[in-house]
């Protein structure tokens, strides 16, 4: 699988997927979640709507994902995932990496080839950058998935795509 980083606005990229930052709700919310939910239109909120009255009656568990439709984006699928909150004084890696694992099992199942991700947990939830892209480039590059063969890690302004960028050369 071949891993880009790319530096922009994750509801425009030309994709099979995106992946969404969600909240547990699956109701929508602030950054990227918002956005995504903003952009891809009512038929998003509508199928969230549908797995809160059916499997996911409490929430979308933290590090699981669940996809719905793209909308209005121009990628097909949406997978929602629920980042963990950053805690000094608790290591909830494993959780931030399984929404990254948890993301790409979901993207194979729909026989999606290429997929988007946020920097997930660093924004609202307060994940430091440089450690979120390296939880998740060791996710990514470990990954073996079955039909994606392109997953980008798309970056929400230039000081984070240059974290990005030093983090993964650090990595090679």
């Not at 809160?52 to 568990?61: M, V």
């Not at 307060?126 to 470990?142: C, I, K, N, T, Y």
Request: charged share 20%.
């Amino acid at each position: 699988m071949e891993i880009t980083l790319v530096e922009g606005d994750i509801t425009g990229q030309r994709v099979d997927a995106i992946v969404n930052a969600a909240n547990s709700s699956l109701l929508g919310g602030g950054g990227v979640d918002g956005a995504i939910h903003r952009k891809g239109g009512p038929a998003i909120l509508e199928e969230c709507r549908a797995l809160r009255a059916s499997r996911y009656g409490r929430g979308l568990p933290t590090g699981q994902a669940v996809a719905t439709t793209g909308g209005n984006l121009p990628a097909r699928w949406v997978i929602h995932t629920v980042g963990p909150v950053f805690s000094p004084r608790e290591d909830r890696s494993v959780l931030l990496r399984d929404c990254y694992a948890s993301s790409l099992t979901v993207a194979d199942a729909l026989d999606a080839q290429t997929v988007a991700f946020p920097l997930i947990s660093a924004g609202i939830y307060g994940w430091p950058v440089e450690d979120a892209v390296r939880q998740a480039l060791s996710v990514l590059h470990a990954a073996t998935p079955k039909h994606v063969t392109e997953a980008r890690l798309v970056l929400f302004g230039a000081d984070t795509y240059a974290v990005a960028e030093r983090v993964a050369a650090g990595l090679r």
